[in-house]
T-cell receptor
Framework: GENVEQHPSTLSVQEGDSAVIKCTYS??????FPWYKQELGKRPQLIID?????GEKKDQRIAVTLNKTAKHFSLHITETQPEDSAVYFC??????????FGAGTRLTVKP | EPEVTQTPSHQVTQMGQEVILRCVPI?????FYWYRQILGQKVEFLVS????????KSEIFDDQFSVERPDGSNFTLKIRSTKLEDSAMYFC????????????FGPGTRLTVT
């Protein structure tokens, strides 16, 4: 089955700096790669996603890149703000089939 | 904006007891999922459900687990005989069928087995 690895496990940045979180996946049939933000005690919230037919997607300060050949994808957050502090999870799935999550990255943005 | 809802928000049960966790997916969504998250760990896939049957299940989803869509709106997860290690947050999610993969999560049910 799919195995998703995520790095780093913790990331601390200064407000205004950029943050990058990286994930790799094992199943070449995976074609959907979402990123979720989870605040303490809350549900995972979808912040951005990318499908395998696209190499990059951007939404304001957030972007995701996908390298299908290398089987890795990354989340980029620019101009970080304290409210970006949360745990971020990457995930991979084959369409509507089982979604497998990475272990999470705890991002801390220091004011 | 419609949201996935779950009840109860917190369930405490004794080891060996049966529990039923309930979810109301977003109406007109057709794929449904259950996930669990042990405190401080990653979200783990349990089962997906489509067209009134299980589409896929993980190695975690053993004979102690079952899912049901008893009516047109509810989607339930039953754990027959709870174990201490079943203590976790359980999330339901749903997806609109037509070309969509985006999964929207409910607020979760915190299950505590004592």
């Amino acid at each position: 089955g799919e195995n998703v690895e995520q790095h780093p496990s913790t990331l601390s940045v200064q407000e205004g700096d950029s943050a990058v979180i990286k994930c790799t996946y094992s199943d070449s049939a995976s074609n959907y790669f979402p990123w979720y933000k989870q605040e303490l005690g809350k549900r995972p919230q979808l912040i951005i996603d990318i499908r395998s037919n696209v190499g990059e997607k951007k939404d304001q300060r957030i972007a995701v890149t996908l390298n299908k050949t290398a089987k890795h994808f990354s989340l980029h957050i620019t101009e970080t703000q304290p409210e970006d502090s949360a745990v971020y999870f990457c995930a991979a799935s084959r369409g509507n089939n089982d979604m497998r999550f990475g272990a999470g990255t705890r991002l801390t943005v220091k004011p | 904006e419609p949201e996935v809802t779950q009840t109860p928000s917190h369930q405490v049960t004794q080891m060996g007891q049966e529990v039923i966790l309930r979810c109301v997916p977003i109406s007109n969504h057709l794929y449904f999922y259950w996930y669990r998250q042990i405190l401080g760990q990653k979200v783990e896939f349990l089962v997906s459900f489509y067209n009134n049957e299980i589409s896929e299940k993980s190695e975690i989803f053993d004979d102690q687990f079952s899912v049901e869509r008893p009516d047109g709106s509810n989607f339930t997860l039953k754990i027959r005989s709870t174990k201490l290690e079943d203590s976790a947050m359980y999330f339901c999610a749903s997806v609109i069928q037509v070309g969509g993969y985006e999964q929207y999560f409910g607020p979760g049910t915190r299950l505590t087995v004592t």
